[in-house]
């Protein structure tokens, strides 16, 4: 089942369901305390070992430090060819503040260094990382469709958009790909986003998948948190503690079918219509390995509705 494989959406993309996302991975600016880079190299190489050939990274992600440390393992391994390279580009450093930058010149300058980053000639799948507040995003789209025609890029996408933002996005139906946050415990992206994507061919990948980990069904209302989860709302106070019950609901669930509370949660996005595959976040090889077990769980109508009721 670990190798198994299916299309993103329209595109010629063709990836395992179980991606990795990798803004652990050399992502020193994201996580305090975080993996040194040969840990962060070998969450990539335990990947690839073991079949996933879906990576997510990002410019931001180090900064540019993810793509750079992807780029070393892929050349170390020679699998580039059977990789599928996702990354994103948006955040521009001005005076020492981030901003946000959709403007053709910068998504085409974005493209060519993640490319020398990456050690290789063509990105697979280029995000717009975040919308600006002032390029028309048909603009936008239509700089990463000419980097398509020209075989730097092979799919397009755009992440954090709003619905408004993607319809303008895809005024010429160029949009391969939507990546939004979606999980058990943020499901606003049902409203619209789900639906447009699957109306119109969109894959839609959504981050966070685990609630930075809450979903994954290890934590008790004694785990304290040293990163940007201290502050986050699903994991503090009265919530974090209702949150968990939530999760603890899953346990037995994820136990009669021999899964972990983790796998059962991807299994569920997995079931959504336009959700072709998932992105789950790995700080240590183990897990990597331990998210594709998720591709032998099949939930049955009954379950699939019980999990939905357990989160509404
Ligand atoms: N487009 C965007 O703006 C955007 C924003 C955020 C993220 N992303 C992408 O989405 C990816 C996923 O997000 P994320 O990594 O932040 O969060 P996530 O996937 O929701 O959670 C990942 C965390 O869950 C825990 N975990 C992983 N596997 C587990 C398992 N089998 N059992 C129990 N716990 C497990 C680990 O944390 P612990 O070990 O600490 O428990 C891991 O770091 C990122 O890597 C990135 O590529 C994109």
Redesign the pocket.
């Known amino acids: 089942m670990a190798e198994q494989r299916t299309r993103l959406g329209n595109t010629d993309l063709i990836v395992n369901p179980i991606g990795?996302?990798?803004?652990?991975v050399g992502g020193h600016n994201i996580y305090p305390n975080m993996l040194n880079d040969e840990t962060g190299k070998d969450v990539v190489r335990a990947a690839l070992k073991q079949g996933i050939n879906f990576l997510?990274?990002?410019f931001i992600?180090g900064p540019e430090h993810s793509e750079r440390l992807i780029g070393e393992v892929l050349k170390e391994t020679g699998q580039r060819q059977d990789t599928i390279i996702a990354t994103?580009a948006a955040h521009k450093f001005v005076d020492g503040n981030v901003v946000f930058d959709n403007s053709p010149a910068f998504l085409k300058t974005s493209v060519d260094e993640a490319l020398k980053r990456l050690q290789t000639d063509y990105i697979d799948l280029f995000?717009i990382?975040?919308p600006d507040e002032h390029t028309p995003k048909d603009e936008a789209v239509g700089a990463l469709k000419r980097l398509k025609d020209e075989g730097k890029i092979r799919a397009i996408g755009v992440?954090?958009f709003s619905i408004d933002q993607l319809r303008e996005a895809n005024r010429d139906g160029d949009v391969d790909v939507l990546?939004?946050?979606y999980?058990l415990f943020k499901r606003e992206a049902e409203k619209e986003l789900l639906p447009y994507t699957a109306e119109n061919d969109i894959s839609f990948v959504p981050?966070?998948?685990?609630?930075?980990?809450l979903?994954?069904?290890?934590?008790n209302h004694d785990t304290t948190f040293q990163d940007g989860r201290a502050k986050n709302p699903l994991f503090t106070g009265e919530a974090f503690i209702q949150n968990l019950d939530k999760v603890e609901q899953l346990r037995s669930i994820a136990q009669s079918k021999d899964a972990?509370?983790?796998?059962l949660v991807l299994a569920w996005y997995l079931t959504q219509p336009s959700i072709d595959a998932l992105?789950?976040?790995?700080?240590?090889p183990e897990?990597?390995i331990?998210?594709l077990k998720t591709l032998d769980v099949e939930l049955t109508a009954e379950e699939i509705a019980v999990i939905d009721q357990i989160f509404r």
Do not use: R, W
């Open positions: 990795l996302g990798a803004n652990a997510d990274t990002a992600y994103k995000y990382h975040f992440s954090n990546q939004s946050e999980n981050y966070f998948p685990l609630a930075a980990g979903l994954g069904g290890k934590y972990e509370v983790a796998h992105i789950p976040g790995a700080k240590k897990q990597v331990n998210n």
